[in-house]
């Protein structure tokens, strides 16, 4: 049986540690030499390749295609939309040499200045719009539906793996239409897709909901996004789609001829979920033994674990092992062959199985010459406390079923924990008590998410500001109802969510 | 019937110039507003995910794994191998600022200087091998076999669509070995995972062989390449795989603890292919009617053309259309679902099925209202010159057999080119004027490739350079035979390939 505790520190001890902890022992990404930005390890990379498979086909579905726009950006086209490059300026890395050249002493220096400098985008809406101001003519040239797969860099000064790196892989959607409703349905649409993606894959519970003006994307009308809870109640944004109305068209010079043959200026959206998610997916599943992968975006669903005593029994073991993995295969779960792997390499048992823990694999099949005597199998299914003996013939026939389970499993643990963090507070003691931590040494853990009422006034919602609380969203699902604001007693149209957040 | 020619100008006329066009007219890329920088539009960005999907799995069935590593090169790090500073130096894109602030009249100034310069990755040798001296201790870490698929970026001042830009996407190899031995096969293996590739996918035939110590890697021991001829009968590099012996190790610090517990230094391997393969692809099919794309990488294999000549026949047509584009679908061609599209829009079929030549889909499917009266359709085969009609059923049931006589013949063509244009040369006289344009209009015209003996002799190696003429590999194919090297007269252990190039 495995220890009590695997990471060290617990997320009770040492939360924001336990994170950092979890990361490395599943061996999902490590900083590099390059201040803020990640290697991301291949357990690490094989997740987000599941993750943005998913993705590509649900983009597919809703009628997008892929398509590769520059890494930098021109100075002057950056500039463009006064607010986007208020909202960017502060963190970007800017190219303005193209040649390295030795001094003196044979020390390299960069030279060739560029004639104006470039930035590596920290997201894509200039350069892009630039391309679609060409090939927008006419009404019958629309809606153009294109997403990009990408490296972006922000200079963020406090990075931390996943959550918040200099470099990071996400995905961008940039669409143009003819009307302001086809834009807002797009904008809708895609938050759906991400709500959808976050939780029937990723297992993740998320609210959704519209952005303040304060926390709007630089240069959007609206901004639309899907919030989390994370284990230390705090909330993550995990996603978010930005209905850019007419401004980016306007500043890049997207027009087209319309129906009636006068010119006018397109709408535009912009959506985009990132590598971030991974940090989500770990803050809302892992456990104080490490990583657990929910199974529909597993790198590999079971792992085969043989245990050999001793040499003479290795063949027959290894055989056994080789023929249960091949049927495991030949199982289809959620539409495709089931994933296993066995590990053969020459550690001790105890040692492999704990990794595989930590990594988060859903199954764990360990394999002895009792269970091949007996035809059966030992497995350890991540989100339970106890190892299961099967005959081999039912747990392969069960896979799928037991997958599925467990996939159910974790999203109904998720939304547990956020609904028992959830509270609706109308008093402003009361939301100052949730909110503030029970005990010094660990500042991160308080009550967790406030449903409340706010008058939509920008002071009240700086106050919460000041105590590092945020409006996470003004959500869509819950019912408007009409109340106090918990600042300043001014009627307000419904509660919205506050939160301390990442 | 279509005219003679629809690109242009044609090949014979201004083949630098036809290349564009063919870019264009297919949709594949465009210039952006960052010089050097292109944009992959999603005709041309389908094409690199289905290359980079075969590719994928040839690299996982070689027992790679993906992975991802920064964007960015510390100065200090690229500084480590003395000849690949000096061999990328030139051509670096250098970040040196992490903010922007507008100066007194409002424009923005980069400002933030880093401490130290960051390269925008060229390759990312340096990079990762900083990681893997982390990860490698004993050889029981090895061998590490990673690969990435990344942007990259290089300086050049002269670029082309694909075939040369400042932005590029590829995939680069890094993997560490115990032994020379398996490093060295290593090397070989994954250049023959490209000229199979080529081959076979692309329907691009490559001659595989040894780069000259001039025209290595910068850094490497020795660089194997895959070359293929194109149109104009000039090189392509397509890709290459390097022998880095111990050099990027030491420089790195790569080192384990091997079998007998002593320290030894690490063997390394790099190797890559990139959206420069799309120009090959290009140049090595398009005829004067614009791409013709192999089948097995296709966007798409079929498209279907309804033909709607009266409003009373729109129903009938489109559901003819569309039943036979699901019967379509249900055929397996290469493994998977026949990939077919119908192309609704509202313009003359002229036009659309010139749209589609130009794009190279391998086969148009033209159907009215008398090929659904007669259960039958009306087929253009992209590689032959008339179209043909077909019953439906026959036609469905022998697509997968059409595409793959498509594939096998533009293979076929392709190797008759080149065999066209490669002659054995022993005489210095001939081997100029072979390489002697016939026609001063046309520069570019030129023999091809002159298979032919040199002592291995960099003055030797020069006098060809001086004409632009380089030696593209010293061939493995060939069978070794002795002769005079055909400047010199020296002896020589074999032929070697020159050409002019890319």
Redesign the interface.
Known sequence: MPPATAITPTREQDYPEWYQQVVRAAELA?N???RG??????WG??L??NMRGVLDKMFRATGH???????????S???KEAAH?EGF?????????????ADGNGK?K?V?VLDE????RPTSET?IG??YAKWVQSYRDLPIL?NQW??V?R?EMRTRLFLRTA?F?WQEGHTVHETEKEAWEETRRMLEVYRDFAENYLAMPVLTGEKTAGERFPGAVATLCIEAMMQDRKALQAGTSHFLGQNFARASGIQFQNREGKIETAWTTSWGVSTRLIGGLIMTHADDNGLMMPPRVAPEHIVILPIIRADADREKVLAYCEETAARLRAQIYDGASVRAVIDRRDLSSGDKGWQWVKKGVPLRVEIGLRDVEKDGVFVGIRNREKKEGFSRAEFIARTPEILATMQREMFAAAKKFRADHTREIDDLAEFEQFFTPQNADKPEIHGGFALSYWCGGAACEQRANAQKITIRCIPFAAEKTAGKCVFCGQPSGGRVVFAKAY
Chains 1, 2 share one sequence.
């Open positions: 490590e590099s030499a390059v930005c990640m290697v991301i390890k291949p990379y094989a987000w390749e295609q892929n398509a590769y726009f520059p890494l930098f950006i021109p100075l086209f950056f500039e490059v300026a502060k963190e970007c890395a800017v190219v303005t040499h193209h040649r390295l050249e390299l960069p060739g400098p470039l930035i590596v350069i630039a391309t294109i990408a490296n860099v200079w470099e892989l």
